[in-house]
């Protein structure tokens, strides 16, 4: 990146992936991307892995977070890193949104 990347939330889009989950891709670029994504309550971030780093940090609602075959319960201001390859799943408790950060970039959302 040669340059900053100033990102309006009113410019972004909110995409539905359905079973009361949204995702709003906030800003951007190869080495580095940071993802808003809301859950209604009982909605699932199903078990899956990818190669990238993610970060994930809760910014309201409660959260039954599992990695590989430890599940941990994560409030407002809980965050949790996991390594690329390792799976990984969510189940919102209470409403919420995390904020996701991943490196690289997810080529997918895009």
């Known amino acids: 990146m040669t340059k900053a990347c100033f990102q309006s939330h009113a410019d972004t889009v909110l995409q539905d992936l359905g079973g009361g989950t ?14 808003e994504v809301s859950f209604e309550a009982g909605a ?7 190669p990238h780093v993610q970060c994930s940090y809760v910014l309201s609602g409660v959260f039954r977070y599992t ?3 430890e599940t941990v319960e994560m409030h407002a201001g809980d965050s949790i ?4 390859g390792k799976m990984h799943g969510t189940v919102c408790v ?3 949104k995390l904020l996701d950060v991943f490196t690289p970039q997810r080529d997918d959302f895009l």
Request: charged share 25%.
């Open 22 to 35: 949204h995702r709003r891709v906030l800003a951007h670029d190869k080495p580095l991307m940071v993802v």
């Open 44 to 50: 699932e971030g199903a078990m899956h892995s990818h």
């Open 67 to 69: 990695v590989e075959d």
């Open 81 to 84: 890193i996991v390594p690329g």
């Open 94 to 96: 209470e409403p919420g």
